[in-house]
C-alpha cells in the first residue's frame, strides 16, 4: 500500500508522477507482455505526452511479416481529486497545447488514438467515451 502524499503542490506532483508510473507499468504489461500487440511503450516521447506506443491489431504484431494496421496509441495520465470530469473539462485538456501539438489536432491523423487514464469518474455525455482495458474503441 502507498503511502499518502503531503497535500503541498510538491506532495500533489509526486503523487501525479507516481500515478503516471503506475499506469505506465500497467500498459506495458498489457499492451508488450500479455497482449503482445506493442514491442514497446515510450515515456515521455517527442511529443511531450506521457505514453505512447504502436499497437497492432493482435498477437501477431511483433512479427516481421504481419502486415496489420496499426495505430500510434497516445497515453495522458491524470490523477484528479478534484470531481468527475465534464465535457467541458475533456474539451480543455484536449485542446490543451502550447509548445506541444495539442490531443486534438494530432486526433486528426487517423493512424493516433488517444487515450486518457484517470483516477476520476467521467460526468453526463462524457461518461459515454468510457472504456476498461486498453485498446477497446
Known sequence: MREEVSPSSGGRSLE??????????????D??????VASEIVLEPASEEDLEADVGDGPSALSESAALDGYRLVLQCKLRNTGPWKHEDLSRLLAHGERRQSAR??????????????????????????VETFGVW
Open 105 to 130: 489536432e494530432r486526433l486528426t491523423d487517423p493512424g493516433v488514438r488517444y487515450l486518457l487514464v484517470t483516477s476520476a469518474d467521467l460526468d453526463g455525455v462524457a461518461r459515454q467515451l468510457k
Open 31 to 36: 499492451l508488450v507482455l500479455a497482449r503482445k
Open 16 to 29: 501525479g508522477y507516481v500515478y503516471q508510473l503506475d499506469v505506465s507499468i500497467l500498459a506495458a504489461l
